[in-house]
């Protein structure tokens, strides 16, 4: 802020906007990715608050929302990390007005469609397909399929995604995959484990996260990879998720490796 006869002026966006940048070059400069998280979860909140905020439509907050995640992606490519998780569409959200959810929809199908038509990541999706419009599963579907070979940062879509609803997943997979190879239920109850149940989360054979990020100040999981999550570090972002910016990412991993990681103990 810039005063003037005792008056606070706020500073011009461009010189605002200079400062952060060169805010963000410091702290990324002092950031050692030997301790940069290798996956991030991250729950996207705050679309329609921001919306609201600025005047602006609910849809254009998704959209918005929607466009910051390529920026998100290009920051943890920076970064070296490995795994992106990005809730973007709960169980929960799934009951919303017909007319708030068919354009989210739509918004979150062009979303993963351009993650895969940019070639550089990996997408997979987590969550309940079944759940999700036909024309939904096909997107999730296809681009899976189209970026099985890419080689750059794994991102999962959570789609449909509740984490009580991948813990019954994963068991019913559990049962049905030992009941078509004639395992008993007294055979089942001796090997059943936690490596057993997590063969058959939706993230199997991927590193659980080190860290999520919640933005919008929301100091709660709401269910986000109940199961992954047990020993991951927390970081909640006042920002709503449209205005979540590099230097605040940045501010998350700093804050990750000044952590003394315990694992519950």
Known sequence: ???????????????????????????EGRLDHTQVPKHIGVILDGNRRWARADGRTTEQGHQAGADKIGELLGWCEETDVEVVTL?????????????????????????????????????????NRDLLPTATQQVLKESEQATADNKGVL???????????EIADAV??????????????????????????SEHLYTRGQPDPDLVIRTSGEQRLSGFMLWQSAHSEYYFCEVFWPAFRKV???????DYAARHRRYGF
Do not use: C, K
């Open 172 to 197: 019913r997979s559990l049962l049905l995959d030992h009941a078509a190879r004639g395992t008993s239920f007294e055979q089942l109850a001796e090997i059943v484990d936690i490596d057993l149940i």
């Open 1 to 27: 802020m810039l005063r003037s006869s005792g008056m606070r002026i706020p500073y011009p966006p461009a010189l605002r906007n200079l400062v952060y940048r060169l805010y963000a070059r410091r702290v």
């Open 87 to 127: 809730w973007m569409l709960s169980t929960d959200n799934l009951d919303r007005p017909e007319e708030e959810l068919r354009p989210l929809l739509g918004i979150i199908e062009n979303t993963v469609r351009g993650l895969a038509a940019d070639g550089r990541w990996r997408v997979h999706h987590v969550g």
């Open 248 to 254: 605040d990412f940045l501010r998350a991993l700093r």
């Open 155 to 165: 991102v999962n879509v959570a789609v449909g995604y509740g984490g009580r609803q």
